[in-house]
């Protein structure tokens, strides 16, 4: 058959993640140990307390076809978490459950943007976000958060990037791949630009729970007045429940902008598994402490390795205030991001993110996740001080 893909798929790319990921599966496949810093997922297991609901659930045959925007309890229990976690209003209304904060992305694109609208994404951005508006025909246009501005906007720089065909702003906080977290500063700058301007915004708040810092407080953009009327709100059970596989997560948005995601979000999936969705009304409200556990191991990673990246005489980082990645500096080697992990790996058996498949603000870096136990952290320490001599 001479098969050809739909167009709409023309501009949609593999992962640029793939080189380094295809050389940790080809080594390891020869027996060969590989020190990987580059998943984006928590090392430990679901808490036991999620994995015994989820067994009840099944037991109860909760195995039926739900409500296509979730299962009330859960709708109602997110709206729980935000009023008591994120100073977020939102009635079960106003909630879709989806199948993973990547149908909530996916939801949030589709159901907005028409073609030759323009989207203003981070640069770099976990890289779905320049991915998913090519789908929709939409004009990817970016905003930078540098390392020298602690990855805080440029007001200016934003502004300057705003056209009457802008329609949507994307904010990923605290982030992927940098760990930064925007400010009350940066946020009141970017509702003031999204009020003038008539702009949706797209908030990714999927670690929101990691945020490190007792000073540090994350803000929803969508809670500062008249905010949540124009803010779509992604957030899920992955990272912070470590439930990656369970593939679940909620969108939040106000009646008018809900009504027609639901709508696609029926055709896509008629719904998110039941028994997990029941899972997650336990991972929701009660909690065993497991949480807490993994967000102070996290943030005793974070600590280590900051502070031996930052004696190193070739590689820095900023104190990244959230998530579980350092964006580390690698400018001072004079190689590209890719041919500092391709060498990376190839010599020394590390595996790291080049910071270029995050966005060409993402150059001259590498993504480092923490999400891997203290005995791989301390081996890639060695490694980098073995590297660090020879620049
Ligand atoms: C910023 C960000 N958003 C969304 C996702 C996808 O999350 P989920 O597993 O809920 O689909 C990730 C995963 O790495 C992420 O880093």
Redesign the pocket.
Same mark, same amino acid.
């Given at each position: 058959m001479n098969f050809k893909q739909a167009n709409r798929l023309e501009n949609l790319h593999t992962s640029g993640t793939r080189v380094i990921m295809g050389k940790c599966i080809e080594l390891e496949s020869q027996g060969i140990e590989v020190t990987k810093l580059t998943l984006?997922?928590p090392d430990f297991n679901t808490p036991e307390y999620i994995v015994e609901a989820c067994k009840k659930s099944l037991d109860a045959a909760q195995t039926r076809y739900t409500d296509g925007s979730g299962i009330p309890e859960l709708k109602k229990a997110v709206c729980e978490k935000l009023e008591a976690e994120n100073n977020l209003h939102y009635t079960p209304e106003e909630v879709t459950i989806t *199948?993973? $904060? =990547?149908?909530?992305?996916f939801l949030g694109i589709l159901s907005t943007l028409n073609e030759g609208d323009e989207i203003l994404i981070p640069d770099p $951005?976990?890289l *779905?976000y320049s991915e998913i508006p090519n789908i929709a025909g939409a004009v990817i246009k970016r905003y930078n958060l540098l390392e020298e501005n602690n990855y805080q906007i440029d007001v200016d720089e934003v502004r300057s990037k705003i056209t009457d065909k802008t329609k949507m702003l994307v904010i $990923?906080s605290p982030?992927?791949p940098t760990g930064g977290v925007l400010d009350l500063e940066s946020l009141e700058a970017l509702a003031d630009i999204a009020k003038e301007n008539d702009l949706l915004i797209l908030s990714?708040e999927?670690?929101d729970r990691f945020v490190y810092d007792d000073d540090q407080e994350l803000i929803s953009i969508a809670s500062l007045p008249g905010m949540k009327e124009r803010t779509i709100v !992604?957030n899920?059970?992955?990272?912070s429940m470590a439930m *990656?596989g369970w593939? !679940?997560?909620y969108l939040c948005a106000p009646v008018n902008i809900i009504e027609p995601i639901n709508r696609l979000s029926f055709y896509m999936t008629a719904g998110t598994t039941t028994f997990v969705q029941h899972a997650g009304v336990v991972g929701l409200r009660e909690e065993d402490g497991s949480i807490q556990r993994m967000r102070d191991e996290f943030k005793k990673r974070r600590d280590y390795l900051v502070k031996e990246i930052n004696q190193l005489r070739n590689f820095r980082c900023n104190n990244p205030e959230g =998530?579980f990645y350092i964006f580390m500096n690698i400018k001072k080697t004079g190689m590209t991001s890719e041919e500092f992990c391709n060498y990376a790996i190839d010599k020394y058996r590390l595996a790291l993110i080049p910071g270029s498949a995050f966005g060409e603000k993402g150059e001259g870096y590498a993504r480092l996740s923490y999400a891997s136990s203290m005995e791989v952290l301390e081996k890639a320490v060695s490694i980098l001080k073995e590297m660090d001599k020879e620049f």
């Open positions: 984006g997922e *199948t993973g $904060v =990547a149908q909530g992305m $951005v976990y *779905t $990923v982030s992927n990714d999927i670690y !992604l899920g059970f992955s990272k *990656t593939r !679940l997560g =998530a």
